[in-house]
Each structure stands twice: as C-alpha cells, then as structure tokens.
C-alpha cells in the first residue's frame, strides 16, 4: 500500500475517482453511485447511512456518533447530462484527468472520503465531523434538503471546484422566468406588432445592458428562451429564464425589484399583447470572516502543508446557500476549476485531488 506522510493512498484514491467518473449519475438517476460508494465505505470499516430522498434515490452518510457534528463535509455525487452519451468517462493525460463529473465535483468527493478512510487507519475516529454525499444538488437540492431536515451543524465543507482556493464568501443567487404573450397568425402576414418574441428580445437586450452599466459586479446569464410551437405561423408565447449572480453582500430581493422594473419597462406598451414575471429561486449570499473554527483550522492546514492561504467568493449558486439559511457557516473549498463545470470538456489535475485529499485529512486530524 502506497502512503504518503498524510497518510493519503494516491493509488487508492485515483482508483476510487476512476470508479466514480465511469459511473454515470446525473441529477435523479444517482442509485449506481450511491451503491458503489456506500460499498466502499461499508468495507473500509466506517459507518454507513443510507438516506431516502426521493423514489429510492438515496443521500450517503457516515457519522461516528449521535452527537451533532462540529463540521460537516459535503459533496454531491450527482453531475449534469452528458454531452455525449458515449464518451463521458475517465480518461488521463499528463495528469489531467477529463470525463463527467471530474471538476464538479466527484474529485472533490473522492477526496473527502479518502481523507476518511486515511483518518480511521490512523486509529482516529471523531465525533466532531461527519461526510455527506448528497444527492439532487444539480437541479433542485433536494438532497440537502433532505440533510437539513434531519440534522444540523455549525461549520460545513463543501467541495465544489475552487482552484484549492478557500471561499468564506458566497454570492446570492437568483432566477427569474419572464413569459411574454403575444397574438398568432399567419407567418405571411407577421410583423412586429403583437409579437412576443420581438418584445422578448427587446427587454433581454435592455436588461444585459441596465446590468452592464449599473450592475458590473453582478454576473447575468440569459440561461434559455423559448416560443410556443407555432409552425409556419407567429407564436403567441415566448419564454426566457434568466439567472443573475449577486454580490455576497447583496440583497436578492432589492435586485428582483430592479430587474422587476427593467421587465416592466421594457414590455408594458411593447410587441407582447402582456407578459408574466416570476422568481423561482432568491437565495442570499453571505461573507464569514476569518475568525472561527473552520478558518482557523483551515490556516494551519495550509501552513503545515506548505500552501499559500488566500480566501475568496464563490461566485456561482451551491448547496451552500441553502446550508447558509440553515444557520450553518458553509465554507466552499476543492479541487477543479469551475469553468470547467458543465462544460464538454470538464477535467481537472490530479494531483488537485490528492492536495485536496491531504488538506481535509488536515482539518479532521486538527480535531
């Protein structure tokens, strides 16, 4: 067996992440993985829960104690479709490995629980810290939810793709559904006037240049639009989804009124005979100092291994958020890039891994 002074099997491990990345596991169809890994964890003597969420679709849990856990670790095991059913799985070069999942976040998993396995064949096992694989986090969280709703915490790691650079900060997150309706007729005869979709594009254009000019700290992503099947004909509906990425510090529901009034503006008079605004999602960002358990732990983890200690924010929407309503102070540290993320080619270093690997072997040991 291959260990280094953290006591870290990189042979393991890049066996394990192998594992995981041929594994195909997107948002709802996580049973294979959750299989495999409760499995592993089964056989590597740490204690395995399984969790219902939905329709046997399972969270992983291992705790060591009925006692609430002064850290919770967190990944999720679930990923995006794939871009190509046929070619989605491990594959290595250089180092890099590439496939599905790989950067977000089954690396990030993978090193959690090697971290685990390292701590429990040193002969330690704490109480004051828990690993949750969790399920859903790519589409509705559900498996966080399911998390929160039986436990709780003070400190969290989740190992979304940070470049190893420790977040403390988190920004907001919005989504906003904008219909616009207008009057279908013949395509022969269409024009601008009573058409949804010209008064769609109108307002979309307007919005990304409002935020560009007053809102440059703020991230806005016109995620999808669509009409009505019309044929040859003009549609009468048109939508569009648009996300929004807030400062830590921002508040949601002030920048959902000012979008509010952009759309408003936009639309009232317009090519759409009316229009529809909705706001699925508000979710508060947040910023911890460098103060507290985690962060102090984290500094000395750094230190001891010879890394350079920067925090940064998070500039995407994560479990998180969800985590920081809870009452919980989630700090977001892992291997990977996140453009990288749901991208065709999604891959990460692997020695990433094995330095993420040895700093959450760090904080467990630490307590």
């Known amino acids: 067996?291959?260990?280094?002074?953290?006591?870290?099997?990189?042979?393991?491990?890049?066996?394990?992440?192998?594992?995981?990345?041929?594994?195909?596991?997107p948002s709802g169809k996580e049973e294979e993985i959750t299989e495999l890994l409760a499995g592993y964890l089964h056989e590597k003597g740490l204690p395995v829960t399984l969790r219902e969420v939905s329709d046997g679709r399972r969270n992983v849990e291992v705790v060591f104690s009925d006692s609430k856990p002064d850290i919770a670790f967190i990944g999720h095991i679930d990923t995006v479709p794939a871009f190509d059913i046929e070619e989605y799985g491990f594959e290595e070069k250089d180092g890099i490995v590439s496939g599905l999942g790989t950067a977000d976040m089954k690396g990030g998993c993978a090193a959690m629980i090697e971290a685990f396995?390292?701590?429990?064949e040193s002969g330690h096992k704490t109480?004051?810290?828990?690993?949750?694989?969790?399920?859903?986090?790519?589409?509705?969280?559900?498996?966080?939810a399911a998390l929160l709703e039986s436990r709780s915490f003070p400190w969290a790691i989740v190992a979304e793709p940070t470049n190893l650079m420790p977040c403390l900060s988190h920004y907001g997150y919005m989504e906003m559904l904008v219909r616009a309706f207008g009057t279908r007729r013949h395509a022969s005869i269409a024009c601008r006037e009573y058409n949804a979709i010209f008064g769609m594009l109108n307002m979309l254009l307007t919005l990304g240049k409002v935020f560009e000019e007053k809102h440059s700290d703020a991230v806005l992503n016109i995620r999808d639009i669509h009409s009505s099947e019309a044929g040859f004909a003009v549609p009468?509906?048109?939508?569009?989804?648009?996300?929004?990425?807030?400062?830590?510090?921002?508040?949601?529901?002030?920048?959902?009124?000012r979008l509010e009034d952009v759309v408003n503006d936009s639309l009232k008079g317009s090519a759409a005979t009316g229009y529809e605004i909705e706001f699925p999602i508000l979710a508060k960002g947040y910023k911890l100092t460098e103060r507290g358990l985690v962060p102090k732990l984290l500094r000395k983890a750094y230190n001891d291994l010879g890394l350079i200690w920067q925090s940064g924010a998070f500039e995407s929407h994560s479990d998180a958020n969800l985590l920081w309503q809870a009452g919980c102070k989630p700090v977001i540290l892992g291997p990977g890039q996140l453009a990288k993320a749901h991208t065709s080619d999604e891959s990460v270093e692997f020695e990433q891994i094995v330095t993420a690997a040895k700093i959450y072997h760090q904080l467990l040991m630490g307590l």
């Open 236 to 257: 009468g509906c048109c939508e569009a989804w648009v996300d929004l990425h807030i400062p830590p510090t921002a508040d949601p529901a002030a920048f959902s009124r």
């Open 127 to 144: 109480d004051r810290a828990g690993l949750f694989l969790v399920v859903g986090e790519e589409e509705s969280g559900d498996g966080t």
């Open 117 to 120: 396995i390292a701590m429990v």
């Open 1 to 25: 067996m291959e260990n280094t002074k953290h006591n870290i099997n990189t042979r393991r491990l890049k066996s394990l992440f192998r594992e995981m990345v041929d594994i195909y596991s």
